[in-house]
C-alpha cells in the first residue's frame, strides 16, 4: 500500500480507488460486500507470495481484525464526510475550474495513516519470516514482475489499450456516458504518455534487495528501516525516475482537469449522486 507512482489512471478517478485500498474492491458491484470480504482477499493473496505456517496464518488473521476494526471505527466515517463534501462541491459548480491538488493531498493524507497502521500491525509478522519463506517471497515477487515486464515486450499496443480502457472504464464508472470528445482526449492522452516499466521495475527492485536484505541480516532497528522504506519508497528514486513520475502526475492532472471542465450537466449529476452513494456505504460499513 505504497504511494502509487507511475499510475495511469488521472488523478479525480484516483480519489475512490485509492480510499478503497484495494483494486479488488474496484471489481465487486457492491462495495460493502467487497469490503467485509477483502480481509479474505488478503489472505489468499499472500498464499499465492508465501506458504505461512498455522501460528503465522493466526497472527496474520489477528493483525486483519486490529486494522478493520480500527478503520471502520475511525476511517470510514472521515471518507464518508469527505465524498459527500467533494459531491456538494460538485452541485456548487466546482468542476467549472477544479483545483485537484488539495483532493489528492487529503487522499494522500488517508492512505498514510492506513498503511502506517497497517504496517505496524504486520511487520511483527514478517520478523517472524524463515529464510526459506524470504527466500519464495522474493522469488515470486521478482517472478511477478518480469512476467509484466515480458507482457510489454510482447506487445505493448496491447497494453496501450488496455490503459485507455482502464481510464475509460473508471470515468464511465463517475460520469455516466463518455461524449465523444472526452474519450478522443483520454485516447490522445495516452498515446502521446511514455510507458516503459523497466525503470519502474529497476526501482521496485532496489526497493526488493534493500528490503530483503535488512530481513535476512535483521540488523539492529531493521523493523523500523524497513517501515521507513514501505512508507517512503521515494527515498530510493533516482532523480530521473523522480522526475518522470512528477511529470506524469501533472500530466495526469491536466486530463483530469479537462475532462472535468467539459462535462454537461447529466454527468455532473451522475458524479454527484455516485460520490454520495459511496459516502453512504462508507457510513453503513462505519455502523456495523
Known amino acids: 500500500m ?3 507512482g507511475g499510475t495511469p489512471t488521472h488523478l479525480f478517478w484516483r480519489v475512490i480507488t485509492l480510499l478503497i485500498l484495494l483494486q479488488f474492491i474496484n471489481s465487486c458491484s457492491s462495495i460493502q460486500f467487497a469490503y467485509n470480504n477483502v480481509d479474505y482477499w488478503i489472505r489468499w493473496k499472500a498464499q499465492k507470495y508465501v506458504e505461512l505456517d498455522r501460528t503465522q496464518k493466526g497472527e496474520l488473521q489477528g493483525a486483519l481484525n486490529s486494522f478493520f476494526r480500527w478503520h471502520r471505527q475511525t476511517q470510514l466515517p472521515r471518507y464518508a ?3 459527500n463534501n467533494l459531491a456538494k462541491r460538485v452541485d456548487e459548480g466546482a468542476l467549472e475550474n477544479p483545483n485537484l491538488q488539495p483532493i489528492d493531498k ?19 509478522l514478517a520478523a517472524q519470516l ?15 514482475e518480469q512476467k509484466r515486464l515480458e507482457k510489454w515486450q510482447r506487445s505493448p499496443e496491447k497494453v496501450q489499450h488496455k490503459r485507455d480502457k482502464i481510464i475509460r472504464r473508471e470515468s464511465i464508472r463517475w460520469l455516466g456516458a463518455l461524449t465523444e470528445e472526452q474519450k478522443k482526449m483520454i485516447t ?3 498515446s502521446k504518455m511514455e510507458y516503459n516499466p523497466l525503470q519502474r521495475i529497476e526501482q521496485r527492485r532496489l526497493w526488493q534487495s534493500k528490503t530483503f536484505e535488512l530481513l535476512r541480516n ?19 528514486w533516482s532523480q530521473e525516475y523522480r522526475q518522470n ?11 483530469a ?8 450537466l447529466e454527468q455532473r449529476r451522475h458524479l454527484s449522486k455516485t460520490l454520495r452513494e459511496y459516502a453512504q456505504d462508507f457510513h453503513s460499513l462505519a455502523n456495523q
Open 2 to 4: 505504497t504511494k502509487a
Open 81 to 83: 464526510d469527505f465524498l
Open 106 to 124: 487529503q487522499v494522500h493524507q488517508f492512505l498514510a495513516a492506513a498503511c502506517e497502521n497497517a504496517y505496524n500491525l504486520m511487520l511483527p
Open 130 to 144: 524463515s529464510e526459506q519463506q524470504i527466500n519464495e517471497l522474493q522469488g515470486n515477487m521478482w517472478r511477478k
Open 188 to 190: 490522445a492522452w495516452v
Open 218 to 236: 535483521k540488523p539492529e532497528g531493521y523493523l523500523e528501516k524497513i517501515r521507513s522504506l514501505l512508507l517512503n519508497p521515494e527515498q530510493l
Open 245 to 255: 513520475q512528477e511529470q506524469r502526475q501533472q500530466q495526469a492532472q491536466e486530463l
Open 257 to 264: 482537469k479537462k475532462i472535468l471542465t467539459s462535462t454537461s
